[in-house]
């Protein structure tokens, strides 16, 4: 049996991945997280995208395809929220693009324009099985700019994303407050700053030509919105969701009230101390990308739960798992691992699956492309030499977008 997985982790490794391929990924348990665990089931991938997905007795596979085998598929997994790419491995000044500290408003910044596929954090990532990411700017300031969603593959960051602009990233809390007298230094100056920000893009919006205009004549509606007002704008009309990091129950309350002043779509990060505020989040209708349940807990992480997903999951409140932001080395945590725990303490292990494939796909606005093995979506498959939440189990391989990927060293 030893020596069965072997081959399938060398064919994955010595597979070329340059092309889609047509491919057959064979597996003793296939967790679609579309329904049922399929028993020694099959998916087929054709032009990089899934076109049959049923038991092997019954779902045939064309002649001339690739076939690989694991004990146990599942979706390739979603991080639903890091900053792999932007923060580097090296942990120097010249790899850590999350955070710029020269103003405390900064929702011009892209994401993608820091982004590097070829950091060496995101294969790391990849080798756990980790296909798709949503990553960007970090916390350390009250808006610290823009996120975007990529596959973990790719020699440049236009050919990995796959959502540009995903949200503005926001952030409550001490983590965002200045220093040496500089705003905001409160909390409620946070929230002063960012409901200015919010006022000045709706009145920008709203500015109308005077009447009787006469030819050459200019008036504040003629002059172009700078980029944060255009930002702010698309905030305003639901174009990007505002994802606001809020670890204690107060700021996470902060959130929800800006949410409900402005109308706008809401994502709490982080929010450590969820729990406490179950009915609050779920009236608002608000998503959670959860912090890793091992997360240190201390400082705003002081109360933080290993049961935080599964108290949510009995409220009905959408949730996802994170790897985060790990200030040191190695800069990220794992979702694979933080699932785990959580299928330990609580949430079921098809919960705790679902929280870091589909659940945290379609939270972060991809769910139509990925996160679940079905008919249309991409060819994005993790193989696993066991149960994935065993410390002793391997993903031994990755399909991304119908390519073979070899997992990488761990």
């Known amino acids: ?172 809390g001490p983590s965002a407050l200045a220093e040496s007298g500089k705003a905001p230094g409160t909390r409620a100056k946070q929230m002063a700053m960012l409901r200015q920000a919010l006022i000045s893009a709706k009145q920008s919006d709203a500015a109308k030509p005077a009447s009787g205009k006469k030819d050459g004549d200019k008036t504040d509606a003629d002059t172009p919105p700078g980029l944060e007002t255009k930002v702010m704008r698309d905030v305003l009309a639901g174009k990007l969701p505002l994802l606001v990091t809020a670890l204690r129950a107060q700021d996470i309350m902060s959130a929800l009230r800006l949410k409900q002043e402005f109308g706008i779509d809401l994502v709490l990060d982080g929010a450590a101390e969820a729990y406490l505020l179950t009915d609050a989040i779920k009236a608002a209708g608000v998503k959670v990308i959860l912090h890793p349940p091992m997360m240190r807990q201390y400082g705003e992480f002081e109360n933080a739960s290993f049961t935080t997903g599964a108290v949510l999951r009995q409220a009905g409140i959408p949730f996802a798992y994170q790897s985060s932001y790990e200030s040191y080395v190695p800069k990220t945590r794992v979702v694979l691992f933080e699932a785990a725990v959580a299928a330990a303490n609580g949430l079921s292990w098809n919960d705790a699956l679902a929280s870091v494939t589909i659940d945290a796909a379609r939270i972060i606005g991809v769910g139509d492309r990925v996160g679940s093995l079905e008919i249309g979506k991409d060819g994005d498959v993790a193989l696993f030499d066991g149960d994935p939440f065993e410390y002793t189990s391997h993903a031994v391989g990755v399909v991304i977008d119908g390519k073979i990927l070899s997992a990488a060293p761990q």
């Open 1 to 172: 049996m030893t020596g069965y997985w072997l081959v399938a982790a060398s064919a994955l490794a010595l597979a070329p991945a340059a092309h889609a391929q047509d491919i057959a990924v064979k597996g003793e348990e296939i967790h679609t997280m579309a329904g049922p665990v399929i028993r020694d089931g099959v998916v087929v991938i054709d032009d990089g995208r899934i076109v049959a997905v049923g038991p092997a007795t019954t779902t045939p596979i064309p002649e001339g395809f690739t076939v690989v085998e694991a004990k146990v598929v599942t979706p390739g997994l979603v991080d639903a929220r890091t900053v792999v790419g932007l923060a580097g491995y090296l942990n120097q000044p010249h790899d850590q693009d999350q955070l710029d500290e020269s103003a405390p408003l900064q929702p011009q910044l892209r994401a993608i324009d820091a982004y590097n596929p070829q950091e060496a954090l995101v294969a790391w990532l990849r080798g756990f099985g980790v296909t798709t990411i949503h990553t960007g700017h970090g916390p350390g300031a009250l808006i610290s700019g823009q996120t975007m969603i990529a596959k973990t593959v790719g020699n440049t960051a236009d050919a990995a994303v796959i959502v540009e602009q995903a949200m503005v990233a926001a952030n409550l």
